[in-house]
């Protein structure tokens, strides 16, 4: 994703929702907002949070 960076403010309020959260599938959403925010591609956050393509699947 080019052109998406999050500011620390906002990194901070994703980790306390991350800690927060009680849904393994939210946090992981969660997880790769932030790593996607601080600059990650998108097929490294793939690798490094095991997830598949249907994760990152658009809805129309």
Do not use: P
């Not at 393994?24 to 790769?32: C, G, L, T």
């Amino acid at each position: 994703m080019r052109g998406f960076y999050l500011n620390l403010e906002q990194i901070c309020e994703l980790r306390a929702a991350h800690r927060a959260e009680r849904n393994r599938s939210s946090a992981y959403k969660i997880n790769a907002v932030i790593l996607l925010g601080a600059g990650w591609n998108l097929k490294a956050v793939k690798e490094a949070l095991l997830l598949g393509d249907e994760t990152f699947a658009l809805k129309a």
